[in-house]
């Protein structure tokens, strides 16, 4: 209702159909922004490092040095973990016919362990900045545009926010 409605008298019908309209109004929630892997190496998705320009979409609402600072660690993860996987890949096709392809198990292991460590880097940088700036990071697994082979990108999307000022 708005103020020149204030000491308007409705009936209980007009009350309810007022009410079911302004619960239906949502405020608009930005697209999320994905940030693709930039490195020149991949391992089943996992590129090895992520571009750390900072997204115009964020202007308002980070830093650019907290920005860069969240792609350095992202990056630091896997600076330390996919050449070891890279070596294990290598070992792997290597052996591939010898074992059966079981030779490539320790691979998919390191690769899920780097999916997992990435994952609690996420939680907690959104549990220490961004949730607070409105904000949710995480590793979202999406088709390459030129095929179909799968990548992980860094999603960043807008949590809504809540309507205080609606009366319950």
């Known amino acids: 209702m708005s ?25 608009p929630v930005q697209e999320p922004i994905i940030i693709r892997g930039a490195g020149n190496m991949t391992v089943f998705g ?8 900072f997204p115009c979409g964020l202007l308002s609402r980070v830093a650019p ?19 070891v996987n890279v070596k294990w ?21 390191l690769s899920k362990r780097t999916q997992l460590t990435l994952d609690k880097l996420f939680e907690w940088e959104n549990s220490h900045l961004y949730h607070k700036l409105g904000l949710h990071w995480r590793l979202h697994k999406q088709q390459c545009d030129s095929n179909s082979m799968m990548e992980y990108v860094i999603l960043i999307e807008f949590i809504p926010k809540t309507p205080i000022y609606r009366p319950d």
């Open 3 to 27: 103020f020149s409605d204030f000491d308007a008298i409705y009936e209980d019908e007009q009350l309810d159909e007022l009410e079911h309209f302004q619960d239906q109004t949502v405020a």
């Open 46 to 53: 996992l590129s090895n490092r992520f571009n750390a320009e």
């Open 65 to 83: 040095e907290e920005f860069k600072a969240t792609v350095g660690r992202i990056n630091g993860v896997l600076k330390k973990s996919l050449p």
């Open 89 to 109: 890949l290598f070992c792997g096709c290597v052996c591939c016919c010898c074992t059966l392809g079981c030779s490539l198990w320790p691979v998919i292991c």
